[in-house]
């Protein structure tokens, strides 16, 4: 699971560091584009994007490299048995607070997914997919290898409350195909709906089946990777479906 976890967080920040370097060459092709005279559009809108993508997947990987700033001037002045009070309530706020921003980021992308919302500027480009990167950074830092090393001496009730904060938004994250799916499916061909509710129960078995022994025969880093394979694959089919759709809506119309 260590590895497992490790591996997210180092994906995590090499998917900022990208991001980042994606700012500094927008920002150079638009100052050359200016220079040699063509226009550079909404190249400002994407390095936004960039910069809100980079700035949120990198959250994890500073926090798992100790490298987030903290203000330890009342904890340096207080005897341990408080200090440990005042460390867990930080913890448990933190973690309130990062789940519950996790939740409204993920609803505010599946919102201007479902909207087709798109950017104000000069090239229109769905928000759901800058707001994906913010959405996953918030996440993979709620799944903190720290905090699950803190919690492991805690009461259960503790230890549930905190799990109950980690994975209810990656929980929500990783449900929004299904739903997803069938609304278009219902759109397209409703009467197999059921069919694809038997199919969903029949992969979530085998789904479950393999990840157990892929993991133990391949490790989870392989096991993580394969899902990670699963549900990328499963947004290709999602962005296809969709695109076709609305196709053949403004075809009819």
Not at 82 to 107: N, P, Y
Request: hydrophobic share 60%; with cysteine; aromatic share 10%.
């Amino acid at each position: 699971m260590r590895a497992a976890l490790e591996l997210l967080y180092k994906t995590s920040g090499l998917a900022a560091g990208f991001f980042l370097v994606a700012i500094g060459a927008l920002t150079a092709v638009q100052i050359v584009g200016r220079l040699a005279g063509f226009a550079a559009y909404s190249y400002d809108d994407f390095a936004g994007f960039a910069m809100a993508a980079s700035s949120f997947l990198g959250l994890a990987y500073t926090l798992r490299a100790n490298e987030h700033i903290r203000m330890t001037l009342v904890l340096h002045h207080t005897r341990p048995p408080l200090r440990r009070a005042l460390e867990i309530a930080s913890l448990a706020i933190a973690t309130f607070l990062v789940g519950l921003f996790a939740w409204f980021t993920c609803d505010m992308t599946l919102t201007s997914f479902e909207l087709h919302d798109v950017s104000q500027g000069l090239v229109p480009v769905p928000l759901w997919i800058p707001q994906s990167g913010m959405a996953l950074g918030l996440v993979v830092l709620g799944v903190t290898t720290p905090i699950v090393t803190w919690a492991i001496p805690l009461p259960r009730a503790a230890r549930v409350a905190i799990a109950v904060a980690m994975l209810v938004p990656l929980g929500v994250a990783l449900g929004i195909p299904m739903p997803t799916g069938l609304r278009l499916l219902n759109a397209r061909a409703p009467h197999i709906i059921a069919w694809a509710w038997g199919m969903n129960g029949a992969l979530s078995v085998l789904g479950a089946t393999l990840a157990i022994f892929i993991a133990m025969n391949w490790g989870f880093r392989i096991a993580l990777l394969t899902a990670s394979a699963t549900y990328l694959i499963a947004l290709v089919a999602l962005l296809a479906a969709t695109q076709t759709q609305q196709t053949r809506h403004v075809e009819g119309i």
